[in-house]
Antibody, heavy 121, light 107 residues
Framework: QVQLVESGGGVVQPGGSLRLSCAAS????????MHWVRQAPGKGLEWVAF????????YYADSVKGRFTISRDNSKNTLYLQMNSLRAEDTAVYYC??????????????WGQGTLVTVSS | AIQLTQSPSSLSASVGDRVTITCRAS??????LAWYQQKPGKAPKLLIY???SLESGVPSRFSGSGSGTDFTLTISSLQPEDFATYYC?????????FGQGTRLEIK
């Protein structure tokens, strides 16, 4: 069965950095686009970033562009999110999510359980 | 970026009621829209993909319709487990956006 397991969350000071990981299993990871989505406490869902199945293209929300970097290692079935210059407003649960269709950026059919990032001094 | 506006933002209903949630896009997105259900402390769950296709394993009381700028999610007969928050999401381009959510509460 498909599993997505995030890790790497924690408490970081403003201006600091953190790298999130998402370990994937149960499907052909290298065939699917992957996303990061976040949810601030008590708020709605916010899409953060997308990476194509082969890593050839990456897209970011304006709120994180220039600070966050999405990447993947298809040999390790793992998705990453490098977060730099963190701000208080980046505090959220971060989910990784899988595209429904091969080689697309579309509906998200599987989500991880989420990892909490808290930016606070 | 394309904006999605859901209405209502919150809704009170009873078991057995028929409920409709609307999602309006700021520009045409064809059928590039999904609906998700989220319960407290849990990850979202895909209900409807490509505007009107029912995800595998999702009860048939859920249905989606629309194209272009106006979309609806309908629950034909509310069950106790359906009380949750619902989000629409567009993927017309690579800059994906979500609606603000509709909280469905028990009356």
């Amino acid at each position: 069965q498909v599993q997505l397991v995030e890790s790497g969350g924690g408490v970081v000071q403003p201006g600091g950095s953190l790298r999130l990981s998402c370990a994937a299993s149960g499907f052909t990871f290298s065939s699917y686009g992957m996303h990061w989505v976040r949810q601030a406490p008590g708020k709605g869902l916010e899409w953060v970033a997308f990476i194509r199945y082969d890593g050839s293209n990456k897209y970011y929300a304006d709120s994180v562009k220039g600070r966050f970097t999405i990447s993947r290692d298809n040999s390790k079935n793992t998705l990453y999110l490098q977060m730099n210059s963190l701000r208080a407003e980046d505090t959220a649960v971060y989910y990784c999510a899988k595209d429904l269709f091969i080689a697309a950026a579309d509906n998200f059919d599987y989500w991880g359980q989420g990892t909490l990032v808290t930016v606070s001094s | 970026a394309i904006q999605l506006t859901q209405s209502p933002s919150s809704l009170s209903a009873s078991v057995g009621d028929r409920v409709t949630i609307t999602c309006r896009a700021s520009q045409g997105i064809s059928s590039a829209l999904a609906w998700y259900q989220q319960k407290p402390g849990k990850a979202p769950k895909l209900l409807i993909y490509d505007a009107s296709s029912l995800e595998s394993g999702v009860p048939s009381r859920f249905s989606g319709s629309g194209s272009g700028t106006d979309f609806t999610l309908t629950i034909s007969s509310l069950q106790p487990e359906d009380f949750a928050t619902y989000y629409c999401q567009q993927f017309n381009n690579y800059l994906i956006t979500f609606g603000q959510g509709t909280r469905l509460e028990i009356k």
